[in-house]
């Protein structure tokens, strides 16, 4: 079965604080995906990577950044994270393109 | 805009009863994929229906696909308690990069 782990299912940070969000999956998968999740706005991609130490901008990369150094790891920046952040942050693979996506439990922020 | 929008945006169902959930597109697609999600948790797979396919199964899961409508719908029979979930789907464009648009789901409740 493919595993895809996020490094927190819950996470709690004030405004200005640098944060990191981990996943990793263990499938050798090419392509992996941000996305975040709010109520009444439904999955939105943030930046997704087709393979190491590529990256491309989703539909809304503003005030995110990403790093993909080695081929199982795909990491999630705020880089000063702002109340409007607040939401659930998923992480998916993906073996080949056009075909199934898998995803990470989740992890929920909240940015005070 | 959105891409997918499925309809309706809840649906509650005594166990036993099938559940019909409905998704509309706009643009043409390469597939079209219905994920389940239960609540604060990450999205699961259920199926994948390619353009040239008009209908497919997997266990109590029946997906119709009609590419004239852009419309697909989802059928789960023999509903159960443990199908309480929202239900999601999501499309890959012909054109463009590959990524997954989603809908804004379904709210499902099963009545025990």
């Known amino acids: 079965d493919v595993k895809v782990t996020q490094s927190s299912r819950y996470l709690v940070k004030r405004t200005g604080e640098k944060v990191f969000l981990e996943c990793v999956q263990d499938?050798?998968?090419?392509?992996m995906f941000w996305y975040r999740q709010d109520p009444g706005l439904g999955l939105r991609l943030i930046y997704f990577s087709y393979d190491v130490k590529m990256k491309e901008k989703g539909d809304i990369p503003e005030g995110y950044s990403v790093s993909r150094e080695k081929k199982e790891r795909f990491s999630l920046i705020l880089e000063s994270a702002s109340t409007n952040q607040t939401s659930m942050y998923l992480c998916a693979s993906r073996a080949l393109p056009r075909e199934t996506q898998y995803f990470g439990p989740g992890t929920r922020l909240l940015v005070l | 805009s959105q891409q997918g929008e499925e309809d309706p945006q809840a649906l509650s169902i005594q166990e036993g009863e099938n559940a019909t959930m409905n998704c509309s597109y706009k643009t043409s697609i390469n597939n079209l994929q219905w994920y389940r999600q239960n609540s604060g948790r990450g999205l699961v797979h259920l199926i994948l229906i390619r353009s040239n396919e008009r209908e497919k199964h997997s266990g109590r899961l029946r997906v119709t696909l009609d590419t004239s409508k852009k419309s697909s719908s989802l059928l789960i029979t023999a509903s159960r308690a443990a199908d309480t979930a929202s239900y999601f789907c999501?499309?890959?464009?012909?054109?463009?990069?590959?990524?997954?648009?989603f809908g804004q789901g379904t709210r499902l409740t099963i009545n025990p």
């Open positions: 999501a499309t890959v464009l012909i054109q463009g990069a590959q990524k997954l648009v």
């Open positions: 499938m050798d998968h090419e392509n």
